[in-house]
């Protein structure tokens, strides 16, 4: 007697639902679903070509088909740190879920602890979203970042005694700074707001002590001088003796 045939298996080949989703395509193990982002330094990163293309009109566009890089799944952009794009594509996944995104509140008490993610980081991500042209991921971002600086700002006033806090912020607000694009409205909009914060934070010995640990961001440390003597000037006008202020948070409206 002959041994019985195995059926060969078949596959369902109805395209997945999930797959036709951008909130759950990302979940499912599709090797033409996947796109390799080449950047600065040779690392390669890997990402959902649904979830990249619903969040940004830039990757929309260009991995369409009729393109290259939508034949092949693979983009080179090779002038990013692949730090920042990691984390640009970090939100980009964050918002491809039915939970709506809402910014964190601002922490009453930032003063007990250190940033949650450094200002430089959340400003890197902002400029790759008009990059790539991710609007509603922008506007997420900028919040987060308004949030930032009220919170550092509050940290800066409240630590006057604490050296090594106001060292840590005055670095964290430095190097968010020498990062901005100020050609760029929105982004010159922001560089006002962390000057202003700043100001009215931080400590006036610490800043005359500690001032030499962020010259390599010369453009911070130009624009901070520049607002403590626009306000010496007013004090000499005015007569009026000068206090720094705990600002309520920048508006995120």
């Keep these: 007697?002959?041994?019985?045939?195995?059926?060969?298996?078949?596959?369902?080949?109805?395209?997945?639902?999930?797959?036709?989703?951008?909130?759950?395509?990302?979940?499912?193990?599709?090797?033409?679903?996947?796109?390799?982002?080449?950047?600065?330094?040779?690392?390669?990163?890997?990402?959902?070509?649904?979830?990249?293309?619903?969040?940004s009109r830039y990757f929309e566009k260009c991995l369409q088909n009729q393109f290259k890089e939508g034949q092949e799944g693979v983009i080179d952009l090779d002038d990013i740190n692949p730090k920042y794009l990691a984390l640009y594509i970090g939100v980009a996944y964050s918002h491809s879920s039915i939970v709506p995104h809402a910014p964190p509140a601002p922490d009453p008490n930032p003063e007990t602890s250190a940033p949650k993610s450094p200002l430089r980081d959340l400003v890197e991500v902002f400029k790759l979203c008009d990059r790539f042209i991710s609007p509603a991921m922008g506007d997420f971002v900028l919040k987060c970042?308004?949030?930032?600086?009220?919170?550092?700002?509050?940290?800066?006033?409240?630590?006057?005694?604490?050296?090594?806090?106001?060292?840590?912020l005055m670095r964290d607000f430095a190097d968010a700074f020498e990062a901005l694009n100020r050609d760029q409205a929105d982004q010159e909009k922001l560089a006002e707001t962390m000057i202003k914060y700043f100001v009215e934070g931080i400590d006036f010995t610490a800043w005359d002590n500690f001032m030499g640990?962020?010259?390599?961001?010369?453009?911070?440390?130009?624009?901070?001088?520049?607002?403590?003597?626009?306000?010496?000037?007013?004090?000499?006008?005015?007569?009026?003796?000068?206090?720094?202020?705990?600002?309520?948070?920048?508006?995120t409206g």
């Design 145 to 168: 970042i308004l949030i930032n600086i009220g919170n550092n700002h509050r940290a800066l006033y409240r630590s006057s005694s604490d050296e090594k806090q106001q060292q840590a």
């Design 1 to 55: 007697m002959k041994p019985l045939r195995k059926k060969a298996k078949t596959h369902d080949e109805r395209p997945s639902v999930l797959l036709s989703d951008y909130r759950t395509a990302w979940t499912v193990r599709n090797n033409e679903a996947g796109i390799d982002i080449r950047t600065l330094g040779g690392d390669v990163l890997n990402a959902h070509r649904q979830v990249l293309a619903q969040h």
């Design 213 to 251: 640990t962020v010259t390599d961001c010369p453009q911070f440390v130009a624009h901070v001088s520049r607002a403590f003597s626009r306000k010496l000037a007013d004090i000499l006008t005015s007569g009026r003796k000068y206090k720094r202020k705990e600002l309520n948070a920048p508006p």
